[in-house]
């Protein structure tokens, strides 16, 4: 059975740290804290899980902490984990057994990291990240600020488990006075490093900084599919504020150059058509939506909405505009069966059963 060093960096997780180490304790060999300057009762919690609990003299970068906290591990592998992480009873069960049971060792291994839930706690946001690493195959982490764990060669083993992450505050000012700091020391904005940047930029609402960082990111001769295809979806977004409608419509069928067409990128473009009234379009690209896969192995955010109610709820609304009304009761009764419930929905259903003479 393989052995598990999990190793985290942590400030001020008070709230949260004991939910995520308790979720995990029977479950890895070694727990490694790295606390990086906290004046609140984390280091305490943490030492009621482990007697390493180490400090860190913070240097506004990310990746050099955990770097430090992978240096620190001994057993074969090492489990990387936020403070505001957990895994549920299904996540653990499979974890286990996946300890017990591995027959070959990989160097690397996929975990799903789901984002955001509905009012049910069902997944609707997730991505995929390498979880744990061969700690023999010494891979290092990546930036100051939205670090990545750098896998590019090795042996890959894919899974469905999950941790759920439950972010834990606004990260916005802080990574931005990172990126100000490593731009002052002569820190190069190239790369993935430039693609968060611009959208650091974004979230502040300066959208022609961001649009013109996202435009210098794809002149860069390489980059992260996943990454390409964000960055088209956000500079769309960039001139979708900036009142650049071409722009934004170009942007986002040039996603298309990187990959198949992604559910999101089909709504946004369903979007434009729709807000240009040019309803048959907005239907033609909806319903790309609802057909659309991800290829195997895809590694970015994908959101269960783009492919589920969304279209169905603006299917619906365009049907109606082309007088389509039974189509149109067709998906609003489709969106209910997402979001049984929902006001709006219900109040479609009965005007469009009226105008059908159902009622």
Known sequence: MITVSLCMIVKDEEKVIGRCLA???????????????????????????????????WTDDFAAARNYSFDQATMDYIMWLDADDVLYEKDRVKFAELK???????????????????????????????????????????????????????KVLDT??????????????RNMAIFQKWIENGGKLEGRTLFFYANELLDQKRYQEAAACYET??????????????????????????GRKDKQLDTLFKSFHYDVPHADICCAVAGCFEGREEWGLAVYWYN???ESLLPEGYMGVVSAAYQTWVPHVQLCFCYARLGHLQLALEHNNLALSYLPGEVNLLENKKRLEQALGLL
Do not use: M
């Open 217 to 242: 990111y794809f002149g860069e001769p390489i980059g992260y599919r996943e990454d390409r295809i964000a960055a088209c979806a956000k500079l769309a977004e960039c001139y979708h504020h900036l």
């Open 23 to 57: 979720s995990v304790r029977d479950l890895v060999d070694e727990i490694i804290i790295v606390d990086t300057g906290s004046s609140d009762r984390t280091k305490d919690i943490a030492a009621g899980y482990t007697d390493r609990v180490l400090d860190w003299e």
């Open 100 to 154: 017990q049971s591995l027959s070959w060792e990989p160097d690397a291994i996929i975990f799903n990291y789901d984002l955001a839930f509905d009012p049910n706690g069902n997944t609707i946001a997730s991505s995929r990240r390498y979880r744990l690493v061969k700690r023999s195959q010494g891979y290092r982490w990546f930036n100051p600020v939205h670090e990545y764990l750098n896998v590019t060669e090795g």
């Open 160 to 173: 469905d488990i999950a941790v759920s992450h439950h972010r834990a505050g606004d990260h916005t000012a």
């Open 288 to 290: 790309r939506a609802l």
